[in-house]
T-cell receptor
Framework: DQQVKQNSPSLSVQEGRISILNCDYTNSMFDYFLWYKKYPAEGPTFLISISSIKDKNEDGRFTVFLNKSAKHLSLHIVPSQPGDSAVYFCAASFRGGSEKLVFGKGTKLTVNP | ETGVTQSPTHLIKTRGQQVTLRCSSQSGHNTVSWYQQALGQGPQFIFQYYREEENGRGNFPPRFSGLQFPNYSSELNVNALELDDSALYLC?????????????FGPGTRLTVT
């Protein structure tokens, strides 16, 4: 029973364009959502998070949108840079970022120069 | 400020053996969580320790056990290793007081069971 789903295993975009990574969840009790980025041979790096009381959170080039009615969130990266090439994981929790995280399977983003 | 560190980096064990993985939390953090990441999958929650007490456990058998020490470092122990235990084991630390904050991950330990 996969409660957090990232249906696109991979995404390829041109440098300077927008990257949009999508994530769906099934458990309406999740109240906190996070995106992590992972390079090979490194642990996941926290990128950005959003509480269920908000529908948007921005941090520089990264924006996360949350649509609670659709149980859907997305990460927008604008503009995309080659250094953004990595695997991106969507994660959800019940009581904040320190609690048990339920991860999706990840989306591999490739940004081409 | 030192980040989360894990040791060893890589480990090869034989089925049936026991293994201990170690994690040092980021300075100032009081919570540590362990995750297992199989190839092609997202990390799966094993358990969490908060102030030296287990504070939640995922769907893993009792042969997975852990400890958190007074300095908030942690160990993950796995007994009777099985081939399916081959994975990347990730430790994450965070600070929790009232609200709980984001987890910061170490680089992981790659365990291979043959």
């Amino acid at each position: 029973d996969q409660q957090v789903k990232q249906n696109s295993p991979s995404l390829s975009v041109q440098e300077g364009r927008i990257s949009i990574l999508n994530c769906d969840y099934t458990n309406s009790m999740f109240d906190y959502f996070l995106w992590y980025k992972k390079y090979p041979a490194e642990g996941p790096t926290f990128l950005i998070s959003i509480s269920s009381i908000k529908d948007k959170n921005e941090d520089g080039r990264f924006t996360v949108f949350l649509n609670k009615s659709a149980k859907h969130l997305s990460l927008h990266i604008v503009p995309s840079q080659p250094g953004d090439s990595a695997v991106y994981f969507c994660a959800a929790s019940f009581r904040g970022g320190s609690e048990k995280l339920v991860f999706g399977k990840g989306t591999k983003l490739t940004v081409n120069p | 400020e030192t980040g989360v560190t894990q040791s060893p980096t890589h480990l090869i064990k034989t089925r049936g053996q026991q293994v201990t993985l170690r994690c040092s939390s980021q300075s100032g953090h009081n919570t540590v969580s362990w995750y297992q990441q199989a190839l092609g999958q997202g990390p799966q929650f094993i358990f969490q320790y908060y102030r030296e007490e287990e504070n939640g456990r995922g769907n893993f058998p009792p042969r997975f056990s852990g400890l958190q020490f007074p300095n908030y470092s942690s160990e993950l122990n796995v007994n009777a290793l099985e081939l399916d235990d081959s994975a990347l084991y990730l430790c994450a630390s965070s600070f929790k007081q009232g609200w709980s904050y984001e987890q910061y991950f170490g680089p992981g330990t790659r365990l291979t069971v043959t």
